[in-house]
């Protein structure tokens, strides 16, 4: 509500209070002198009945022909103007009252007005200064909750400087994160390169002094393990900057399965292990092909380091709500400690492969999110690790 119709009502407000203590002093009045024309006729007519006795009957039947609304039997001369009395000798006396009950209404009237003024600046007044103490508690951190005392613009104002405050909050909150995350995620990274390249600059130490096919191999070795650190830190950053896009293409889930089953074939036969995938119909999926699969690969890895010699058995089932895919192993299964921090960028448990970076498992759990999808780790009753996928439909 704008302050122009705020002044309004507020001028309305005085306006029919002014009017009803007018009325009311309109009432008083003229109950008031509705008694004196009937106590001075009454006062005539005792005189003249008392001096002439026989007028009585006269004085009788005009009243009554007056009073029944018929006064054309009464006469019609202007008696009292030829006897040279005016309305104003008769009224005489009661115009200081009349002046006394219209000061009184007015006067009455300025009253409320004045308290009106006043009471409505002093409550806009408080509302303000409660509201700026307020926001010098929001800039010295000391803030609580702001809670609206009524319906009127200064309650909807209060409501959207708490909205506004909540706000930059929880923004100041993200950002206070973000850069605590982006710290821990440089340290992190700072990490995972000094590896490499410490045993890098050690072969190139050896191989000065001797040249050996072994540290040919190994300068190899983490050259290749750069080249995944710096793909995978890539897709990370992409994901975080919200500039990876993922098609949404109906997928059929065997053929993910053992797409993803294929790529790992080199590693999964330099392991001795094998994989199982059943063909338990059609069911599909929307996602995008390649890099749900990708995610897939980090599951059946993860496995298949877990379990070597063993087999990565994979199972898929659909209902309405929901299409889910089980990847496990025979291994021991994950330590009850670790499974909460499976999914967190650049983790290794203390079973990790050598060479591992931590990222993985992280990627997967980003690229299943991002499609409407969960994912969850899990141990077996019987033993091995489990992997428990789920694509929603809606």
Known sequence: MSGQKQIWITFGFVLSVSLVTAAVSVLLASCHYSRLPFELLNAICGEVIEQEPETKNVISAVLKEYTKGNPDGAAEEDVLSALGYRVSDFSGSASPQNILFAGAGFFTGILLFLFTFLYRNQTEAARIRALAEYLEQVNTGRALILSASGEDDFSRLEDEIYKTVTFLYQTKDSAVQAKNEFAENLSNIAHQLKTPITAISLSVQMMKQSMDKKHLEQVGKQLSRLTHLEEALLVLSRIDAGTLHLQKDEVDVYTLLVLAAD?????????????????????????????????????????MEHSPGGTVHCSYVQNPLYTEILIWDDGKGFAKEEIPHLFERFYRGENACEGGIGIGLALSKEMIERQNGTIRAKNKPDGGALFEIRFYSH
């Open 263 to 303: 790529n790992l074939q080199e590693l999964f036969v330099n392991s001795h292990t094998s994989v199982e995938i059943p063909e338990l119909g059609g069911m599909l999926v929307t996602v995008d092909l390649d890099w749900t699969m990708e995610a897939v690969m980090n599951l059946m890895k993860n496995c």
